[in-house]
Structure formats: C-alpha cells, structure tokens
C-alpha cells in the first residue's frame, strides 16, 4: 500500500460572512456594523429582533454611516477587531 503524500490538503477554513448597516465610521480604518437577525421565542412562539454591533476593519475608509456592507471573520487585528470587510 502506498500512499500519495504528494499533495497535502489544508483543511478548509470556515469564515462567518455577516451584512449589516454601518451605524459609525468616526474610526481611523474601523466602522461600526449594526446585524439585525430575527429569533423566535421557544414558548411563546413570538418573533423579535436582535442586534448585534461589530467593529469592522475597513482599509480604505471608504464606507460611510448608513452603507449596507458585508464582512467576514478574520484574524484578530485588535483587541476588539475581528472581522474585515470585503470589497
């Protein structure tokens, strides 16, 4: 039996990609993401929505307050910065 070890295969790494409204950009390189998702409660069967705010890394600072982006998860850039945008 031989094996191929030519090829290593990486194993594939899975980013969150989120979209939300940027609710600040007065940051140097970092903006504000207001993510509004729906949840149901389990009893009641109710619906209400819940937002999360996330600091961006934005490169360029091309986003302005009010701009619907998308971003995905990175490696962290600072003590609160985990995600980037993507353009």
Known sequence: MT???DKQTKPEVIRRRLSGIV???KGDKTIIVKVDSVKIHPKYKK???VSHRYQVHDEKN????GDKVSFIECRPLSRSKRWRVID
Do not use: C, G, I
């Open 47 to 49: 619906r209400y929505t």
């Open 3 to 5: 094996a191929k070890l």
């Open 62 to 65: 091309s986003h302005k307050e």
């Open 23 to 25: 609710v600040s950009d």
